[in-house]
């Protein structure tokens, strides 16, 4: 029977992946902000919608948290992993986790900390529906960032780029991907993963949509590597 005329039939799904580090101190902000413009999203289109925190061995209070946004914010599902594997592991933990849900049909990724403003998930999902299996947010001004980071940046995306041939600049973890990336991205046994590498290589449609990076909501940057 045609899901869309059967009434028992499961709802098709977005899972929101967020990868958590220390954010102990704007989760409280962050995680129902982002559900709120996901929920829209998703009730607009008849879907239902699931939030997957990724707590990354976080030495804070972040797991305390998680427990207490659970009980408020039913589509929230919290990941414990069991020391810090860094954000490129934690998100694979958290699409392994949205693939095992049934009627899974999106997900999008993104950080805690609303410099993926989840104002920008609506428009993820539309240009979606133009058949772009990957919508890409990419950056247009890249926000607070130390002179070392900017410094070292750019030599390295030019480097990626001449030597894989993929165009990263300006790229981020901010993507929504259709199922269908998700499982071949999964499919892919690399140790030391790139997401956003191995989303370029894939070479899926896909779009992109220019965003202005805010500075942090709160706390600070964990970063060490090339983002
Ligand atoms: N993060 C993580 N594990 C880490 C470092 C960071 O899960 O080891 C998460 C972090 O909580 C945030 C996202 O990855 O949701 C991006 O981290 P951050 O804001 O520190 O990086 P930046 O925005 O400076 O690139
Ligand atoms: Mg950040």
């Not at 030495?59 to 069991?82: H, I, K, M, S």
């Not at 999008?108 to 410099?115: E, G, R, S």
Request: one cysteine or more.
């Amino acid at each position: 029977m045609n899901p869309e005329t059967n009434p028992a039939a499961p709802q098709k799904r977005i899972s929101v992946v967020i990868p958590c580090f220390n954010e102990a101190g704007l989760l409280s902000e962050a995680l129902p902000r982002i559900l709120d413009f996901a929920r829209a999203a998703a009730l607009a289109r008849q879907m239902d919608v699931r939030l997957v925190a990724v707590n990354d061995g976080s030495r804070d209070q972040t797991e305390a948290l998680l427990d207490v946004l659970r009980l408020r914010l039913p589509e929230l599902c919290v990941l414990n992993l069991t020391r810090n594997f860094g954000k490129e592991a934690a998100l694979t933990a958290g699409l392994e986790q949205a693939l095992c849900w049934p009627a899974l049909k999106l997900v999008v990724t993104m950080d805690a900390d609303l410099q993926h403003p989840p104002e920008l998930l609506e428009k993820l999902l539309s240009v979606h529906e133009q058949g772009f299996a990957v919508v890409e947010a990419v950056k247009q001004h890249r926000g607070e960032e130390s002179h070392s980071r900017r410094f070292l940046a750019r030599p390295f995306y030019r480097l990626f780029e001449h030597w894989s041939g993929l165009p990263l600049q300006g790229q981020t973890d901010f993507k929504l991907l259709d199922v269908v990336v998700v499982r071949q991205l999964l499919q892919m046994r690399e140790r030391g993963r790139f997401y956003r590498g191995l989303i370029a290589w894939l070479g899926f449609p896909s779009a992109q949509i220019p965003f202005d990076v805010p500075d942090r909501a709160g706390g600070q940057s964990q970063w060490s590597g090339m983002s």
